[in-house]
């Protein structure tokens, strides 16, 4: 049973709008939210996270948005770039947990048309 | 160099072969992960250590796979008798405290069995 998913295996964006990247989870014991960025033949890269107490947290153009009741995260990129084009990952870990407990979605591969 | 390093890249093995995949972490990091990334997943946890110490070995999915860092430092992932299932990317990430946000991962080693 995955307790975090990305639904959407891809998206298509023009550069220069936005992209808007959703995952969902079911653990009720997750409070603490990653995302990763993984372009190919590379290793996933650290992007943004957001901890439970917060519902945003930014990072220059990218844009996490937290809303604990729909057990919903999603990460926007604002303006999209074509160097932004990588599979991005959400990830989770529960309440007084550790990057041990991280539990990663199937990622979502963007790709950011010029 | 600085980030973590992978050996092999690239490994085909024949079914029934031993493999072993090695990881060098950042220099200092106390903390090594495995995990295993099939086709069109997000990574899944397989092992931790902290130190030489393996703390967690949870994930490894059965007792075909063994992982050591005798010293510390670079840690060894073994597979014994390899099946087709075990074709996937092996990333080794390291950090040096228990936070999400600062795990760095390699480039992973891509074993695919024949």
């Known amino acids: 049973d995955q307790q975090v998913k990305q639904n959407s295996p891809s998206l298509s964006v023009q550069e220069g709008r936005i992209s808007i990247l959703n995952c969902d989870y079911t653990n009720s014991m997750f409070d603490y939210f990653l995302w990763y960025k993984k372009y190919p033949a590379e290793g996933p890269t650290f992007l943004i996270s957001?901890?439970?107490?917060?519902d945003k947290n930014e990072d220059g153009r990218f844009t996490v948005f937290l809303n604990k009741s729909a057990k919903h995260l999603s990460l926007h990129i604002v303006p999209s770039q074509p160097g932004d084009s990588a599979v991005y990952f959400c990830?989770?870990?529960?309440?007084?947990?550790?990057?041990?407990?991280?539990?990663f979605g199937s990622g979502t591969q963007l790709t950011v048309l010029p | 160099g600085a980030g973590v390093s992978q050996s092999p890249r690239y490994k085909v093995a024949k079914r029934g072969q031993d493999v072993a995949l090695r990881c060098d972490p950042i220099s200092g990091h106390v903390s090594l992960f495995w995990y295993q990334q099939a086709l069109g997943q997000g990574p899944e946890f397989l092992t931790y250590f902290q130190n030489e110490a393996q703390l967690d070995k949870s994930g490894l999915p059965s007792d075909r796979f063994f992982a050591e860092r005798p010293e510390g430092s670079v840690s060894t992932l073994k597979i014994q008798r390899t099946q087709q299932e075990d074709s996937a990317v092996y990333l080794c990430?390291?950090?040096?405290?228990?936070?999400?946000?600062?795990?760095?991962f390699g480039e992973g080693s891509w074993l695919t069995v024949v």
């Open positions: 957001i901890s439970s107490i917060k």
């Open positions: 990830a989770a870990i529960p309440k007084s947990g550790s990057a041990r407990q991280l539990t």
């Open positions: 990430a390291s950090s040096s405290g228990p936070s999400g946000n600062t795990i760095y």
